[in-house]
Each structure stands twice: as structure tokens, then as C-alpha cells.
């Protein structure tokens, strides 16, 4: 707006001086009509921002990559006196913490409303925010403006890419079927699976006792049955900028979002019910999932928790509460991985990592207390993966 009014300036003192010493006639005309048409101008175009009114529309959900339709849709009064408008929109992702500034020019057609689509990048997925902060509007000539400050917001979620994705167990796991599986190495109430003999004690079921053997031994024995058990499957999310000391770039980490929500989606596609853990607020949540609600209410979740300061939070966390005691299974989805902390891990629950890597192929790593997968993030929206369990 300053050039413009210094142009302005510069034009009128030219037309000055060209009547004052060109003598050129229609310059008092000319000065005249410049010295009127600010005035009107700014008359005009102060009248007009009364019935102005800037808005968002739009939002819902998408998938990462697909298009997310929103809207800026400008109201003004017939006739109206304004001439451009600059919006100043903010776009904030709640999960990655942060936030795109996308300034806007809106040029007045004919008509009293007009519709603007805003493009939204979809390619790292979470909960947006998108909001215009300020609306300034301009007279026809720029040598008035106007800020007037806005509170005007829309959500939208944009889901991560669920990549095609086979699990192959190796072990039994639970499914939505009702059904137990007996562990032969622990007592329980299985009496199709006898874990041991002992003597009787007070409080034992009649139905324990081994009468045949109690009479040959001249003393009760009774039997101790394996025990009934459901083997949990956990896949436990560990997205963060930073590993250790390792920083790893935003795609990895939306890697690691693609892949979790991927592995939980075969899970599902296979029946077999788990649950999906991430840390946030020095605990760990973990949502069942074993129906396509409440797959849809884990993506929910998952798009409204911030990042972790510090991937191997997870692990740790997973290990000083001893969680290892609710689940047979966790598949540790991540960016990078502390051996250490991994080692120690296997040493108490049946673990496979599955890493988002920066680049390279699928690769397997065996022969360790745990498995770990890569898989490249270039790759994760181009290939089918089996993954082996």
C-alpha cells in the first residue's frame, strides 16, 4: 500500500509542476479530479467493509494424498467499493506441532458471494487446524486498508496411508472368536491339560483330585491344569523426531504412522483382535481394536495425540510398568531403535521391530532375541508386504 500512495504523490506533484511550468491547461482539471478521487475512494470503500464478511468451509477426514475440499468463501455488498483482499490463513497439524502460513489474494468477481479453494497439503497425515487469522481488505486505488482480525476455523483429519500389508504369525494369537489358548508351563483350570501332581491342600477343588493315584500312594493327589491364557497382540507406536540422539526427517515419521496403521488394518482384515499403544503424557494408551469402529476410533485417537519428545520414551515406559505382563505379543513400530533398550525388552515378551527407514529395500534381521523389519518410506505406498511374525 506504501508504493501506491507514494506513485499517487509522485503523480500529482509531476502534474503540479507540468501546469506550473509546462503550461499544460488541464492540469488544474487533472488535480482537481486527483484530489477529489481519494475521498471518494476511501468514502466508498469504508462503507463497504460493513457488509464484508470472510469464512471457512469444508473439512471432514481424508486419507494421506488424497484431496481435502476447503473453502474460503467471501461475502460483500452490491455495489462495493473494495478492491483486493488479502487473507492471512494459518494451517497448524496438532500431531507434528506444526504450522504453514498460506497468505491469499482474493480478487472481486461479479456477484455477492464468491467461492475460493484452499490447497491442503495431504501428504503428512494428522489433525488439522485451519483458521484465518486476519482479513485485509484495499480501496480500488491502495491508498486505504483495513485489518479486521477473524476467529474463523475448521478441523479436518487427515488419516495415514494404509499400505497393503499381509501378517504371517508363526504362533497362535487371539481372535475375535471366543476361544482359549492353555499355556502347559503354568497351573490354571484346563482340565484337558495336566501341568502337575501334588499334594493335597486345603481349599482344593474334589474335582482335582487323582483318586486312582491317591489310593496306590495312601494320600491325596491332586492335579494342577494348565493355564488358560489369550495371547495379546500390541502394536505400540513409538513416532518422534528424535531416537537417542539420531534426528530422523518428517517423512519418517509419518512412516511410522503409515506402517502402524497399516499393520493394525491387516490385523483386523485377518481377525485377529490387539491393540494399538502410543505414549503420550507419560503414560502409555493403548485402544483395543477388533471391529471396523473401533479400528475407526483408534485412527481418532491416534490423529489427536502429539508427538513424543523422544522415541525410546516408549520402551522405557513399556518396561518400568512392567506391561509385558498384558500382552504375548508387541510389534514396536518406530523411526529408529536403541538396541539396548530393544535387548532388554525381548528378554520379556515375544518382540519384532518394525522400523520406517530412510531408504534402501525390505530387509529381515534374525538370529537376535527379536526380529526386526525394515521397510524404505519411499516404498511403503508403492509395494505389497508380507511381513512374518
Not at 496306590?216 to 523426531?241: A, C, D
Amino acid at each position: 500500500m506504501k508504493k501506491y500512495r507514494i506513485v499517487y504523490l509522485v503523480s500529482t506533484i509531476l502534474i503540479l509542476l507540468c501546469g506550473l511550468f509546462g503550461g499544460v491547461k488541464s492540469a488544474p482539471v487533472i488535480l482537481a479530479v486527483m484530489a477529489v478521487l481519494p475521498i471518494l475512494s476511501g468514502a466508498g470503500f469504508y462503507i463497504s467493509l460493513r457488509g464484508i464478511s470472510l469464512s471457512l468451509e469444508g473439512g471432514g477426514f481424508c486419507r494421506s494424498g488424497q484431496d481435502m475440499n476447503i473453502k474460503l468463501i467471501l461475502k460483500c455488498p452490491r455495489p462495493c467499493a473494495v478492491g483486493n483482499i488479502k487473507a492471512d490463513i494459518v494451517c497448524r497439524n496438532n500431531v507434528f506441532n506444526t504450522e504453514k502460513e498460506m497468505p491469499y489474494m482474493l480478487e472481486l468477481g461479479r456477484g455477492r458471494r464468491h467461492e475460493y479453494s484452499v490447497p491442503l497439503d495431504t501428504n503428512i497425515c494428522g489433525l488439522r487446524t485451519i483458521k484465518i487469522r486476519e482479513m485485509i481488505c484495499y480501496d480500488f486505488l491502495g491508498l486505504f486498508s483495513h485489518i479486521k482480525p477473524l476467529r474463523e476455523e475448521v478441523t479436518c483429519i487427515v488419516y495415514p496411508y494404509e499400505a497393503k500389508m499381509y501378517v504371517e504369525f508363526r504362533k497362535n494369537t487371539e481372535r475375535e472368536q471366543p476361544g482359549d489358548i492353555y499355556d502347559g508351563k503354568k497351573s490354571g483350570t484346563d482340565v484337558s491339560e495336566v501341568f502337575g501332581l501334588r499334594e493335597y491342600a486345603e481349599g482344593d477343588s474334589l474335582q482335582s483330585i487323582h483318586w486312582k493315584l491317591s489310593g496306590k500312594m495312601n494320600k491325596l493327589i491332586v492335579r494342577e491344569f494348565g493355564r488358560p491364557v489369550n495371547y495379546h497382540t500390541l502394536v505400540l507406536l513409538s513416532p518422534s523426531f528424535l531416537y537417542s540422539s539420531i534426528e530422523v526427517e518428517e517423512k519418517t515419521v509419518n512412516g511410522v504412522f503409515d506402517l502402524g496403521v497399516s499393520l493394525s488394518h491387516a490385523l483386523l482384515n485377518q481377525n485377529i483382535a490387539h491393540f494399538v499403544g502410543c505414549f503420550d503424557g507419560g503414560e502409555i494408551h493403548c485402544i483395543p481394536v477388533d471391529s471396523p469402529a473401533s479400528y475407526e476410533n483408534m485412527l481418532i485417537n491416534l490423529m489427536n495425540r502429539p508427538l513424543q519428545k523422544n522415541g525410546d520414551d516408549t520402551m522405557i515406559a513399556f518396561i518400568d510398568r512392567q506391561m509385558h505382563r498384558q500382552y504375548t505379543k508387541v510389534l514396536y513400530v518406530a523411526g529408529g531403535i536403541n538396541e539396548k533398550i530393544a535387548q532388554n525388552l525381548s528378554e520379556m515378551i515375544d518382540l519384532t521391530v518394525i522400523q520406517a527407514a530412510e531408504g534402501g529395500s525390505v530387509h529381515f534381521a534374525g538370529g537376535r532375541a527379536y526380529e526386526s523389519v525394515g521397510i524404505p518410506i519411499e516404498n511403503i505406498r508403492k509395494a505389497e508386504y508380507v511381513i512374518p511374525l
